[in-house]
């Protein structure tokens, strides 16, 4: 296998499927079924999951709420996306523990680095919930920064688009797409991959990060494999 621990990312958009709001239990099986196959190969699988699919905080503060209230309920959000993906995980046979960075210790256990690790090198899952547990930042900040701390060898953004595009695809039938770029070229094209203040810390950190379309059956597993699916952002 090409990485040995990877850090997946999910925003909670993807977990809606076809819906309007809330969760779709087959997209949440499908996703369930794709970690498995890398778990099964021996690949330690840490996760971050948005709460965009529920509530999103910056929408709501546009819309006169207080941003610190509306950035904690989009940390409970992602509390409930990773309780759902847990129990999808664990309904596909996997063992699995969802950490939280702000305290709900009867649905998760609080985020412990040295434990969170123990758990990878065991062969669980862990699911971060709660963002970084701090309002203004968002999920991608989070992913990046338990991605550094549990020593991953990359970030997998898994999105609904195949990789990297000089435009947006969905809008410019004429964008075309990378296959590798630097940290520095995505800086200088303007090109929207996380939000800067979490693409920075990966760039400062030197951990690549591979961008690829997380609803096409297979996927993660070829990348993990080691073939070229996606956009794969690097020094």
Same mark, same amino acid.
């Given at each position: ?116 690790? +123990?758990?990878? *090198?065991?062969?669980?899952? %862990? =699911?971060?919930? @709660? ?6 930042? #968002?999920? $991608?900040?989070?992913?990046?920064? +338990?991605?550094? *701390?549990?020593?991953?060898? %990359? =970030?997998?953004? @898994? ?6 595009? #000089?435009? $947006? ?67």
């Amino acid at each position: 296998m090409q990485y040995k621990r990877i850090l997946l990312k999910l925003s909670g958009e993807a977990l809606m499927g076809d819906r309007q709001y809330g969760i779709d239990p087959k997209r949440l099986d499908d996703y369930a079924k794709e970690i498995k196959t890398i778990v099964d190969k021996g690949v330690e699988v840490a996760i971050v999951i948005g709460g965009g699919n529920i509530f999103r905080g910056i929408s709501g503060a546009s819309k006169g709420m207080d941003r610190v209230q509306g950035d904690h309920m989009g940390m409970l959000a992602t509390v409930i996306n990773g309780l759902a993906l847990q129990s999808s995980c664990e309904d596909n046979g996997m063992q699995t523990r969802l950490q939280s960075a702000i305290k709900i210790n009867e649905v998760a256990e609080p985020f412990i680095r040295r434990k969170a690790i +123990r758990h990878l *090198e065991k062969g669980r899952v %862990v =699911i971060f919930g @709660g963002g970084t547990g701090n309002p203004y930042f #968002t999920t $991608d900040s989070a992913a990046v920064l +338990r991605a550094i *701390e549990m020593e991953a060898d %990359v =970030i997998l953004k @898994g999105t609904r688009v195949d990789g990297i595009y #000089t435009s $947006d695809p969905e809008r410019n039938t004429d964008a075309t797409k990378f296959d590798f770029i630097s940290f520095d070229d995505v800086l200088r094209k303007g090109l929207k991959v996380m939000d800067t203040t979490a693409f920075t810390l990966s760039q400062e950190n030197q951990l690549p990060i591979i961008v690829f379309d997380m609803n096409t059956p297979g996927n993660l597993l070829r990348i993990i494999s080691g073939e070229n699916i996606g956009t794969k952002v690097n020094l």
